[in-house]
C-alpha cells in the first residue's frame, strides 16, 4: 500500500479533460512540493510537473498541475491518444525521511 | 544530452548480492543529488535510496536499510548500488535518477537494469 493514494485507473475521450488525484499527509504532501511522472509503457518513467504545478521544457500545457492542503491533482486538457500511460505522484515524506510515490493511475484513452 | 546507462543487473538466489552501477554523462556529475527508484514487475514506482553531492549524506527506504548501500565516484561519474542479503520481493527493474533542484523532482532517468531474485 503506497503513502501517496491516487485511484488505480482514469479514462477518457479524445479532447475531453481528465484529472487525476493524489492524496497524501501533512508530512508529505502537507509539507513539501509534489511532483508528476508520466511512464508510458516499456519506457522509464519521465517528469511531467514539477514543483506542484511547473512545467519542465518541452512538456504541453495541456498538462498541468494544483495543490491544496494534503492533496494534489494532475489535469489533462484536450486529451490525445499519445496520453494513454501509467501517471505517478511523488513528494518527500518528513517523517518517513525519504521520497513517497503513489501507486499510480493508467490512464485509458477510449 | 543528459545520459544515465545502468548495468549490472541479473539473476541472483535469495540470500546474494549484486553491485548496480549508473555511468552519467553530459551534466556535471558532481553537482547533483541521484537516486535510484525501483519498480517490481507490473508494479508502481518505489524510491530506494539517494545521495547528496558529495556522498556525505544518504537515505534509504526502510525495507532496504543495512542491506543495500548507495555510494558515488564523482570523478568516474558513476553512482552504484551494492545490494546485499536479497529477497525475492527485490526483484524488479532498477532506475537510476537525477535528482533536479526543485523539490526532488526527477528530471532525468537511466533505461532501466532488472535485478531478479530467485533460487
Known amino acids: 500500500q503506497s503513502v501517496l493514494t491516487q485511484p488505480p485507473s482514469a479514462s477518457g475521450t479524445p479532447g475531453q479533460r481528465v484529472t487525476i488525484s493524489c492524496s497524501g499527509s501533512?508530512?508529505?504532501?502537507?509539507?513539501?512540493?509534489v511532483n508528476w511522472y508520466q511512464q508510458l509503457p516499456g519506457t522509464a518513467p519521465k517528469l511531467l510537473i514539477y514543483r506542484n504545478n511547473q512545467r519542465p521544457s518541452g512538456v504541453p500545457d495541456r498538462f498541468s498541475g494544483s495543490k491544496s492542503g494534503t492533496s494534489a491533482s494532475l489535469a489533462i486538457s484536450g486529451l490525445q491518444s499519445e496520453d494513454e500511460a501509467d501517471y505517478y505522484c511523488?513528494?518527500?515524506?518528513?517523517?518517513?525521511?525519504?521520497?513517497?510515490f503513489g501507486g499510480g493511475t493508467k490512464l485509458t484513452v477510449l | 544530452e543528459v545520459q544515465l546507462v545502468e548495468s549490472g543487473g541479473g539473476l541472483v538466489q535469495p540470500g546474494g548480492s549484486l553491485r548496480l552501477s549508473c555511468a552519467a554523462s553530459?551534466?556535471?556529475?558532481?553537482?547533483?543529488?541521484m537516486s535510484w527508484v525501483r519498480q517490481a514487475p507490473g508494479k508502481g514506482l518505489e524510491w530506494v535510496a539517494n545521495i547528496k553531492e558529495d556522498g556525505s549524506e544518504k537515505n534509504y527506504v526502510d525495507s532496504v536499510k543495512g542491506r543495500f548501500t548507495i555510494s558515488r565516484d564523482n570523478a568516474k561519474n558513476s553512482l552504484y548500488l551494492q545490494m546485499n542479503s536479497l529477497r525475492v520481493e527485490d526483484t524488479a527493474v532498477y532506475y537510476c535518477?537525477?535528482?533536479?533542484?526543485?523539490?526532488?523532482?526527477?528530471?532525468?532517468w537511466g533505461q532501466g537494469t532488472l535485478v531478479t531474485v530467485s533460487s
Open positions: 511523488a513528494a518527500w515524506d518528513d517523517s518517513l525521511n525519504g521520497e513517497v
Open positions: 553530459g551534466f556535471t556529475f558532481s553537482s547533483y543529488w
Open positions: 535518477a537525477r535528482d533536479g533542484f526543485n523539490g526532488w523532482d526527477k528530471d532525468d
Open positions: 501533512r508530512s508529505n504532501i502537507g509539507r513539501n512540493t
